[in-house]
């Protein structure tokens, strides 16, 4: 997997037929993309604020991308922009992604009804102090997100992390990590880039921070009844689609 991810690299950044602008503009795009500035399935910049952050012509920029859809780092949607295909060594070598690809919202959201509660419970029971102040941390994070989809939910499954890590269960906690990939490969990425508002944002932040309270105060019945009340609405987000 890793020669795959190298001779991807290799190509992208020795493309010769190119201008030498074109290049540092792939070489920047790609380092974004490669370093999860731009995570997968995230929507890139317009081809007119690209062009206005790096300096140049927004040919340039276009035919950047034209070569980046060419190696599928990218992926054009007529009316809808640029989305990143690329995924990282890192991500690529997490979990079993065919299980995930083929993960429907409904086993998504059944998955985490099974694994959240206990999670949350063993996490309320095990985490240390110095991980209670990690997510506390993580959630003062999140809250400085007020419009960017992708910054927020790469916030999120860190939080989600940390809990499950928090466990002291490393079954568990692979398992979630296993549900997070899930998450980021299929459905609910997308879902998220068309109901993720400011509004709806700032509600999802003021419920992490109750579910944080909780955390920190020990109170495993309050935590765990939390919980199961966001997965509630999880699912009235996720039928608001059919």
């Known amino acids: 997997?890793?020669?795959?991810?190298?001779?991807?690299?290799?190509?992208?950044?020795?493309?010769h037929s190119v201008g030498a602008t074109v290049?540092?503009?792939?070489?920047?795009l790609f380092a974004k993309i490669k370093s999860e500035e731009y995570p997968p399935d995230t929507r890139l910049p317009s081809e007119r604020a690209l062009a206005s952050e790096?300096?140049?012509?927004?040919?340039?920029?276009?035919?950047?991308?034209?070569?980046?859809?060419?190696?599928?780092?990218?992926?054009?949607?007529?009316?809808?922009g640029s989305f990143v295909t690329y995924r990282s060594e890192d991500a690529l070598g997490r979990g079993d992604n065919s299980v995930a690809l083929e993960t429907s919202p409904l086993d998504h959201l059944v998955v985490r009804g099974i694994l959240e509660p206990e999670m949350v419970r063993l996490a309320v029971i095990n985490m240390t102090p110095r991980e209670v102040r990690e997510l506390e941390q993580l959630m003062s994070k999140i809250e400085g997100v007020h419009t960017d989809v992708a910054a927020f939910v790469k916030c999120e499954e860190e939080i989600y992390r940390k809990i499950a890590e928090g466990t002291?269960?490393?079954?568990?906690?692979?398992?979630?990590?296993?549900?997070?990939?899930a998450c980021r490969l299929s459905f609910r990425t997308a879902l998220l880039r068309r109901h993720l508002t400011p509004k709806r944002i700032l509600e999802y932040q003021q419920r992490y921070n109750t579910l944080f309270n909780a955390i920190a105060s020990r109170?495993?019945?309050?935590?765990?009844?939390f919980i199961k009340l966001h997965l509630i609405e999880e699912q009235k987000l996720l039928l608001q689609e059919d």
Do not use: F, H, W
């Open 1 to 15: 997997m890793k020669a795959e991810i190298d001779q991807i690299t290799s190509q992208i950044i020795t493309t």
């Open 23 to 28: 290049q540092i503009v792939l070489d920047r």
């Open 54 to 80: 790096m300096g140049v012509a927004r040919n340039t920029v276009r035919e950047a991308l034209d070569v980046l859809e060419t190696r599928n780092v990218i992926k054009r949607r007529p009316g809808s």
């Open 168 to 181: 002291r269960n490393p079954l568990l906690a692979s398992c979630y990590e296993l549900a997070i990939e």
């Open 219 to 225: 109170d495993v019945e309050r935590a765990v009844e």
